[in-house]
């Protein structure tokens, strides 16, 4: 896989369509040792997908090749943790860069492109973009099988929370958190 042909960019408005099909692709290949089938429906149906205040932000990105999405992921100064326009758990305002953590936002990647370092390349950008916007800590949500990538990044958390959905149907997610050096 060249890196030189797989562009990272700020997503679009008009990127939407594209990045809730890639979201559910990814949930739907990346999950299944994690949750079940109905898991993963529930979760495409009341929490998976765009975030269209993070496009609004500037703070949302996708790694295209030609066109073809194949990973995305992004950050937040707002205060919702996680979850698409759709999602029950949002909040309203935005966070001080001096005493709250940003979030770390929605890492979906495709499965034919799973541990190619996408994942890396979207959460270097993100925090990166995070310390420049004042921020000394990030938080996250994260899914089952994205506790190994966090905790290669350095996040910390392991506190099992059951998210249950309007459905009925009840997922696990795990808090995580890090701290950048203030040098
Ligand atoms: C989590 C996810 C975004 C990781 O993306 P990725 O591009 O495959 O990750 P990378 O290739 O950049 O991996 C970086 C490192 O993270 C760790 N890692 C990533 N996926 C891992 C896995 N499945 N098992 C163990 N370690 C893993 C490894 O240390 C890896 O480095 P290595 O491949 O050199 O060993 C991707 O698996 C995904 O989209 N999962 C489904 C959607 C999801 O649940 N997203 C999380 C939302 S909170």
């Known amino acids: ?105 929605a890492f ?3 499965p034919d492109f799973g541990r190619k370092g996408l994942g890396n390349r979207l959460m270097i950008q993100c925090e990166e973009a995070v310390k420049k916007a004042g921020f000394c800590e990030t938080e996250l949500m994260s899914t089952l099988p994205g506790l190994a990538f966090y905790r290669a990044h350095g996040y910390v958390g392991d506190q099992f929370v059951d998210y249950p959905l309007p459905d009925g149907v009840i997922v696990q997610f795990v808090k995580m958190g890090k701290s950048f050096s203030k040098n």
């Open 1 to 105: 896989m060249s890196r030189d042909s797989f562009v990272l960019r700020p997503a679009q408005l008009n990127d939407i369509r594209k990045l809730n099909s890639l979201i559910q692709v990814s949930a739907r290949g990346l999950n299944q040792n994690h949750y079940t089938h109905a898991q993963v429906d529930s979760l495409i149906r009341y929490v998976f997908g765009v975030d269209t205040e993070l496009i609004a932000d500037q703070t949302y990105y996708v790694i295209e090749e030609n066109g073809k999405f194949s990973a995305c992921g992004g950050w937040s100064q707002r205060k919702t943790l996680f979850g698409s326009d759709k999602c029950a758990s949002r909040k309203n305002g935005y966070l001080d860069p001096k005493t709250d953590p940003a979030k770390i936002r």
């Open 108 to 110: 979906f990647v495709h």
